[in-house]
């Protein structure tokens, strides 16, 4: 899968969820309900975490739906892409740029780190 495809999906899901829930037309709305949106799947990619290494209760891990951890790992992604879409932000030119930023912390604290 590449870039466009993910982004293709992304606006076809934003016009399902804009059909399938009444009140989200509105952009602020969908705004703040993605936000809280992607609290919820980084829980619930916590919790699946938590799971994965039998950290939690037993009544908890017996009452496990046993979802996949790239499956949550995926719902974090796909939400923050809708996130970012209804922000009007380039998602791509931002992860260029955050990635070429990091890139640098390292190439200059290898510097720093020479003698
Ligand atoms: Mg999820």
């Known amino acids: 899968m590449d870039f466009k495809e993910l982004q293709k999906f992304i606006k076809l899901e934003d016009r399902r969820i804009k059909r399938y829930f009444n009140g989200l037309e509105d952009k602020d709305k969908r705004i703040l309900a993605r936000t809280v949106k992607l609290s919820e799947e980084v829980g619930e990619l ?10 939690q209760r037993q009544e ?4 496990r739906a046993n979802e996949d951890l790239g499956h949550e ?4 992604i796909i ?3 809708l ?9 791509e030119k931002s ?3 955050k990635m070429k930023k990091i ?3 390292y190439r200059d604290k290898g510097k720093k780190n020479k003698p």
């Open 46 to 55: 916590a919790a699946e975490v938590l799971a994965h290494h039998n950290w």
């Open 60 to 63: 908890k891990l017996d009452r």
């Open 73 to 76: 790992v995926a719902d974090v």
């Open 79 to 81: 939400t923050t892409f």
């Open 83 to 91: 996130l970012a879409d209804t922000l009007e932000i380039d998602i």
């Open 95 to 97: 992860l260029r740029e």
């Open 103 to 105: 890139n640098l912390r």
